[in-house]
T-cell receptor, first 116, second 114 residues
Framework: GAVVSQHPSRVICKSGTSVKIECRSL??????MFWYRQFPKQSLMLMAT?????????EQGVEKDKFLINHASLTLSTLTVTSAHPEDSSFYIC????????????FGQGTRLTVV | KNQVEQSPQSLIILEGKNCTLQ??????????LRWYKQDTGRGPVSLTI?????NTKSNGRYTATLDADTKQSSLHITASQLSDSASYIC?????????????FGAGTRLFVKA
């Protein structure tokens, strides 16, 4: 199956700093990538949808200026958590979809962010 | 309201036993339904995907069923193994060619004990 690689898998940062998470589709071109956030024992919550070459579409309640998403190429999307605070500590997961239709989306391994 | 509800929230079974997880949805228009397995601290991995016309689909020891009339799906795990311990997430896609939206269930946490 298609492979989506997320990096880093774990990151610890100090409060007030920014951290960037990368999501790469290794063997296919991803027209659309999704970013999710997952708190312990809860399901995934969609944060934003990014389409290559255009601005991301954010879900209601997600701060655009805090969670910067860039999808500059068909194989790479990045999520930057700016001015991180302890409440931003969470598990962040990306997924990538090869086409524009409702085809299978493949998930990355996730990134555990801890803000201290 | 478009919802996906899973039951039970959690389940403990002995190794070797079978179990069935349930997913009820009220999503419309329905596009497809997927079951994912998510190990702790990992991203979800797809188990099955079913469209409106499919009633059952198997993937090894995993068998998913879909009743589009009652809007219910189940995931049956046969001869459970310790490695089956994970969260199982039901995801329903809503939409048509005009656009799609995926709706996640809260998941069922399965614990398989020796």
């Amino acid at each position: 199956g298609a492979v989506v690689s997320q990096h880093p898998s774990r990151v610890i940062c100090k409060s007030g700093t920014s951290v960037k998470i990368e999501c790469r589709s290794l063997d296919f071109q991803a027209t659309t990538m999704f970013w999710y956030r997952q708190f312990p024992k809860q399901s995934l919550m969609l944060m934003a949808t990014s389409n290559e070459g255009s601005k991301a579409t954010y879900e209601q309640g997600v701060e655009k200026d805090k969670f910067l998403i860039n999808h500059a190429s068909l194989t790479l999307s990045t999520l930057t958590v700016t001015s991180a605070h302890p409440e931003d500590s969470s598990f962040y997961i990306c997924s990538a979809r090869p086409g524009s239709r409702d085809t299978e989306a493949f998930f990355g391994q996730g990134t555990r962010l801890t803000v201290v | 309201k478009n919802q996906v509800e899973q039951s039970p929230q959690s389940l403990i079974i002995l190794e070797g036993k079978n179990c069935t997880l349930q997913c009820n949805y009220t999503v419309s228009p329905f596009s497809n339904l997927r079951w994912y397995k998510q190990d702790t601290g990992r991203g979800p991995v797809s188990l099955t995907i079913m469209t409106f016309s499919e009633n059952t689909k198997s993937n090894g020891r995993y068998t998913a069923t879909l009743d589009a009339d009652t809007k219910q799906s189940s995931l049956h795990i046969t001869a459970s193994q310790l490695s089956d311990s994970a969260s199982y997430i039901c995801v329903v896609s809503k939409g048509n060619t005009g656009g799609f939206k995926t709706i996640f269930g809260a998941g069922t946490r399965l614990f398989v004990k020796a």
